[in-house]
């Protein structure tokens, strides 16, 4: 492609918002913050799903024994 064509993409690329991309976002854990572990069913992660658990917060969630 012609430079002038380039150019032009790129002034138009840099006019696009930064956070306007679907890929930038991160599932969070609202408890916590932490960005892994992350389970998208309970909107928290593996540590405060396993404290709240502990404290009986989160319904149906019951420590294991068999």
Same mark, same amino acid.
């Not at 138009?12 to 918002?17: D, E, I, M, V």
């Given at each position: 492609a012609p430079m002038e064509e380039r150019f032009r993409a790129q002034l138009? =690329?840099?006019? =696009?918002?930064r956070n306007g991309a679907k890929n930038r976002l991160r599932n969070r854990c609202e408890v916590t913050g932490r960005p892994r572990a992350y389970y998208r069913k309970l909107k928290m992660s593996r540590i405060a799903l396993r404290e709240l658990g502990n404290q009986g917060q989160v319904p149906g969630v019951v420590k294991s024994s068999w």
């Open positions: 138009k =690329l840099a006019q =696009l918002p």
